[in-house]
Nanobody, 120 residues
Framework: QVQLVESGGGLVQAGGSLRLSCAASGHTFSNYAMGWFRQAPGKDREFVARIYWSGGSTWYADSVKGRFTISGDNAKNTVYLQMNTLDSEDTAVYYC?????????????WGQGSQVTVAS
């Protein structure tokens, strides 16, 4: 059983920073990509950022480019999201997402969600 365990959410003032972490563990797997989505109240879940372990390429939603940075430690199967210059529009539950290969097949996994609240 693969698990994604998140940490690092919380309350921050507008203009502040937070760092989210997500570690994948459990069954033996191949780690293809990890990233973050978020869901604000009353809105659909949306893509935030992703990192591909092969080559290290990163992708961002336009709304977070220049403010958020995704990074990771492949050896630890851990991904980080450094969030700077936060504003109230960033308030949401942030979900870690992973595309992992298990027993020759690719699966998607989700973390439990971390609340990020930006106070204006």
């Amino acid at each position: 059983q693969v698990q994604l365990v998140e940490s690092g959410g919380g309350l921050v003032q507008a203009g502040g920073s937070l760092r989210l972490s997500c570690a994948a563990s459990g069954h033996t797997f191949s780690n293809y990509a990890m990233g973050w989505f978020r869901q604000a109240p009353g809105k659909d879940r949306e893509f935030v950022a992703r990192i591909y372990w092969s080559g290290g390429s990163t992708w961002y939603a336009d709304s977070v480019k220049g403010r958020f940075t995704i990074s990771g430690d492949n050896a630890k199967n851990t991904v980080y999201l450094q969030m700077n210059t936060l504003d109230s529009e960033d308030t949401a539950v942030y979900y870690c997402h992973a595309r992992l290969g298990v027993s020759g097949k690719e699966y998607e996994y989700w973390g439990q969600g971390s609340q990020v609240t930006v106070a204006s």
